[in-house]
């Protein structure tokens, strides 16, 4: 604990920047500026948002990072570029690590670090989420929470009593997993309905013209599809993974275990060792240890009907996409087979021509025959020549007629 609040007061101490309601005034673009000059090469901007809805943006190096948060330093890596596109949820100890498509932040009892916060994506997430922490903060007075922070580790915990005290509100890492799915799930909605819009009229165009323009429209949506789909995949098979695992759910339970470690500190250094009270103390601390460890394992409805809500958002989403390339694939199985009759057509086009070729070649003996310069008795003959040619001409439509008939006859024509 001593090292969190040294490396919080050097935080404090540190040049940076506060921005409240999305304005910086302009010392605090100069001092921005004389970090950047000043920051490491692994220094990244995070923007620290408190449960009461204030925030400021800080450059943090790797190091100062992962000892403020009690992460170990290979969790960064899973918010770095080489993990843009995958999606976690971790727990840690005393923080929760959430990597969901653009959000990437670190979550602990009572602040979320956000990283990129100057994204025109990950605004969105940030609004929301300052706006729903104030609205929190707005419903209670201070008394109210004086009271709540002075009887927290020794009241709240007292057996089924801590259980019926946060069934009306979600601790605070919940309520930032809650804005950050409700962001992810709303954007990949309209992601999934953008290319709805998009994908059935060039389909629809494709069954009506079959051209180059339009395959390549259609080969350009299924790419598209295709990653819209793995990152919907990714996106639900972590909640999956979680919604399976009772335990990896009850580790979610930042604010949980900090009351719980504060109830220890307090007990321990409560009243000195030859109090009478310490009997009580430690029986106390026993029962809410056992307590603690019965919810860890099995207390896990408001996290299991919070993930199961965007669990079906996310399977319906998925459903919708999957139509899509349902649709896709029909069109393209309609297609193959308006270009495989196309092509009948043509392979009939060619027989009928050969076969048309094949009876107008004895038309083409008989002028040889006739041409050749020999002595023959019908060159005497009155008119013999127009009854051979018109002979020849009609065995030849004849030949022609019969062959194209037994070739349909035999279903080899279709029409």
Not at 350 to 359: E, M, P, Y
Request: one cysteine or more; a negative charge; proline letters at 3%.
């Amino acid at each position: 604990m001593g090292k969190v609040a040294a490396l919080r007061d050097r935080l404090t101490d540190r040049p940076s920047y506060v921005v409240l309601d999305g304005k910086a005034d302009s010392q605090a673009v100069q001092i921005n500026t004389f970090v950047k000059k000043k920051k490491k090469p692994d220094t990244r901007l995070w923007m620290r948002l408190l449960s009461e809805g204030d925030s400021e943006l800080l450059e943090l190096d790797r190091h100062t990072l992962t000892q403020l948060v009690s992460i170990p330093a290979r969790d960064l890596r899973i918010l770095g570029p080489v993990f843009s596109q995958s999606s976690a949820i971790l727990a840690r100890e005393k923080a929760m690590v959430v990597n969901l498509e653009f959000i990437k932040a670190i979550v602990t009892a009572q602040e979320v670090f956000i990283l990129d916060p100057t994204s025109a994506a990950v605004n969105p997430f940030i609004n929301q989420l300052k706006g729903q922490l104030r609205t929190v903060k707005a419903g209670h007075n201070n008394q109210e929470l004086m009271q709540r922070k002075t009887t927290e580790a020794h009241d709240a915990l007292s057996g089924p009593d801590f259980t019926a005290s946060k069934q009306d509100e979600l601790p605070f890492e919940f309520r930032v997993l809650e804005v950050a799915l409700d962001t992810v799930c709303g954007f990949l909605e309209k992601e999934v309905k953008d290319l709805e819009c998009n994908a059935y009229p060039v389909l629809d165009e494709l069954t009506r013209n079959v051209s180059t323009r339009n395959l390549e429209l259609v080969r350009s949506l299924k790419s598209d599809l295709t990653r819209l789909l793995s990152r919907i995949q990714k996106v639900r098979d972590e909640m999956e993974h979680l919604l399976d695992d009772d335990k990896d759910m009850a580790d979610l339970y930042l604010t949980r275990k900090l009351a719980l470690s504060q109830l220890d500190d307090f007990n321990s250094l409560a009243s000195p060792a030859n109090s009478p009270r310490v009997s009580y103390l430690n029986s106390r601390r026993s029962s809410n240890a056992s307590y603690a460890g019965t919810v860890d394992d099995h207390n896990v409805e408001q996290l299991e009907m919070l993930l199961e809500a965007y669990f079906v958002q996310v399977d319906s989403t998925q459903k919708k996409i999957l139509a899509v390339r349902e649709y896709i694939d029909d069109t393209e199985d309609y297609v193959n087979i308006q270009l495989d009759s196309q092509r009948n057509e043509l392979i009939q086009l060619h027989v009928t021509l050969g076969i048309l070729a094949l009876t107008f070649s004895l038309i083409s003996a008989c002028a040889g025959a006739f041409a050749v310069n020999i002595p023959c008795p019908l060159y005497d003959i009155q008119g013999i020549y127009t009854t051979v040619v018109t002979s020849f001409v009609s065995v030849s439509v004849a030949l022609f007629f019969f062959i194209l008939g037994y070739a349909r006859w035999k279903g080899h024509f279709t029409s």
